[in-house]
């Protein structure tokens, strides 16, 4: 698995314009339907020594620093995910808004204050996981990689879908992470299992096995924000079945205002 996915490894010298392509997108895409400020900017940082695969540092004032680490090497896949989920419509629109509508609008101060370890940050993550999907969906994903990313990292283009298949697939095989994770933080297994678990239900390497347990250890039950934020975000905004500008409408909606997970639920 790793052999096959490291065909699309993105060469070191190529990422700041692979990302920028990717996240500028991200943008174009999330503009279309959510308002942003005039000023509104980030900035862009690839740093080493983490335990996670991106990080957005919002800095006020509609500005942020976004960071990519490249303790591994990175996989095509990771421009759009990282574009949507630190940027657009994630975690920089999402802080620009509470900014916006809030802690200025309103005048709320309380929300120019993130708490980490809060149901707030369900909220974000799960938005900023689902926003791939919104901002990129059915074929328009493989078809930005294949049509703009691809060449801009001089990435051999796929002669057919199987590369999106198996990454569909391995999206599925996800939550695996929580189980492991729950396990490992009970005191079920120790560190050797959970990376040996890691790399065999999430079918990763050693390494990127490791960084998910290092990941784990230092922000603990946080993980659950990714996979069942990701869930019940979806279901709030796909529930009905509803057309895209109404999706769109309900991720402003979540990200714009006030938000406990259990009103996602209807509660």
């Known amino acids: 698995m790793e052999s096959y996915l490291d065909r699309f490894t993105i060469p070191k010298d190529r990422l700041q314009k692979v990302f920028e392509a990717a996240i500028a997108r991200c943008r174009g895409r999330s503009a279309a339907h959510i308002p942003m400020p005039a000023s509104e900017s980030f900035r862009l940082e690839f740093v080493t020594g983490k335990s996670w695969s991106g990080y957005n540092y919002y800095q006020g004032g509609y500005h942020s620093l976004i960071q990519v680490n490249t303790d591994l090497p990175i996989r095509l896949s990771r421009a759009l995910d990282l574009g949507c989920h630190e940027g657009y419509p994630g975690h920089h629109l999402l802080n620009m808004k509470l900014e916006e509508q809030l802690a200025k609008g309103r005048g709320w101060s309380e929300f120019s204050v993130y708490p980490l370890y809060s149901p707030q940050s369900l909220i974000a ?13 059915a074929e328009s994903r493989a078809d930005t990689e294949r ?9 051999a283009v796929p002669s057919d879908d199987r590369y999106w ?3 569909d697939a391995i999206k599925r095989a996800s939550g695996a992470r929580l189980t492991i994770a729950q ?36 922000y603990r039950s946080y993980v659950i924000n990714y996979g069942l934020g990701e869930q019940l975000v979806r279901a709030y905004i796909e ?9 769109w409408r309900r991720m402003a909606k979540i990200i714009s205002e006030p938000t406990l997970p259990g009103e996602l639920l209807g509660r």
């Open 165 to 167: 298949q198996l990454l």
């Open 239 to 247: 529930r009905g079945k509803p057309g895209r500008d109404e999706m």
């Open 147 to 155: 049509d703009v990313l691809m060449p801009l990292a001089e990435i």
């Open 125 to 137: 993550e799960g938005s900023a996981n689902y926003g791939i999907d919104l901002a990129f969906p």
């Open 183 to 218: 396990q490992y933080l009970d005191g079920a297994i120790d560190r050797p299992t959970a990376v040996a678990l890691t790399q065999k239900y999430m079918l990763v390497s050693p390494e990127r096995a490791d960084q998910s347990v290092r990941f784990t250890e230092q």
